[in-house]
DNA sequence: CGTCGAATTGATGTCATTCAACTACAGTGG
DNA sequence: CCACTGTAGTTGAATGACATCAATTCGACG
């Protein structure tokens, strides 16, 4: 069985094996077939999410029935609405799986056992959720100030996997363009002869 | 003297007067003047801020020598390139006071006592954060699918007071327009008898 | 009153959207 | 095995939203 969400606390939270231990019986996880919903808009979301494999996307449906995709989450990387977890409020987000994924639910008493256990999980608990900040506010400034063809070099130069395992019609929402335009800003990329 | 942030901390945090007389040594405030940088692009900003009066401003300025502000901050805001505290990294942002402003200067030792001295402070910390990070997906959504209209609308639903305290080519930088754009969205607005 | 930056207005340009047509390909059922 | 269907991606032409540039106007302040 997979088990890199143990193997991700030990690298980066420098929890140690006993730890861990402790720490087993918090630990759940879940699979979800690929179209299936982690999380749903309206709903109380009760868990995050760490992707130990697979590929999910974190989404809103605007009031003209279109999807704007807020984050894709690879495995090794955490996702969901925390603030529905935690705030126990209704979530404005859907969350559903891209490709076939195995996911660890977080929830309030996994984290606050882990806090419980190892001080330094606290530490990186809180490091991890600077620098979402720090991505988030990267990502605002390039919205703000970059045009769709820097966006998406941009959007290759951070997620160069991604590029190939995600439908271009869901980069587009990604990076707040139609399909037909990133299209089209391929086309002009590849007149220019760039290599991906 | 203004002592907002000890209130903020009892309020909030839920400190006792007990802990915040412990605090009290690593509390440290500062003054500037409207027009005066709290921090600048390319050092290391050595603490994140508690804005007690005045407003201040988070903004980059791009290769093209736009400026684009990130985050608002007036009092009882926290602000700050946080990141840049934390990973003691170079910072990507300038602050500066768009108001004569006073603030608490919070850096990692700060952070640690005031942790160590109340355990509903690490809570409440958290919260923030998970606050913050709510609001910047917001906005995301908001930058990749409605117009400036709407966005402008978000705005002054959001920041009613800032409408009043911002001059407008900040507030256009903020939703990511140019200030000839916002003039014409507001004189639209005014043709159908909006009331802010 | 004169000055300087902020805000407005108009004319024009650019980038991305929209809508529609068309291609490519994968899955389904006859 | 081939026709049928549906979804992704591409392309073109027309439109729309916002940007740019330039010319005023407004308003605070010395």
């Not at 690929?34 to 749903?40: M, V």
């Not at 992707?51 to 690879?74: C, M, W």
Request: proline share 3%; net charge neutral.
């Amino acid at each position: 069985m997979n088990n890199s969400f143990a193997t991700y606390l030990k690298n980066n939270a420098k929890m140690t094996d006993q730890q861990l231990e402790q720490l087993e019986g918090a630990i759940v996880k879940k699979t979800f077939q690929k179209g299936q919903f982690l999380s749903q808009k309206d709903s109380i979301c009760k868990h995050a999410f760490f992707v130990e494999s697979g590929l999910v996307r974190l989404y809103t449906i605007d009031s003209n029935g279109k999807e704007h995709v807020i984050q894709f989450a690879p495995e090794n990387w955490f996702t969901g609405d925390r603030s529905s977890v935690y705030f126990n409020e209704i979530s404005e987000y859907y969350i559903d799986a891209i490709e076939d994924t195995t996911v660890v639910l977080l929830d309030a008493n996994f984290n606050n056992r882990a806090i419980e256990i190892s001080p330094e999980f606290r530490i990186y608990n809180e490091k991890l959720l600077q620098n979402h900040i720090r991505h988030l506010q990267k990502r605002i400034s390039m919205l703000i100030g970059a045009s769709a063809e820097e966006r998406y070099l941009d959007f290759i130069d951070l997620y160069p996997d991604l590029t190939l395992r995600v439908p271009q019609w869901m980069i587009a929402s990604f990076l707040g363009i139609t399909p037909e335009s990133l299209s089209r800003v391929r086309k002009e990329l590849a007149r220019r002869n760039f290599r991906p």
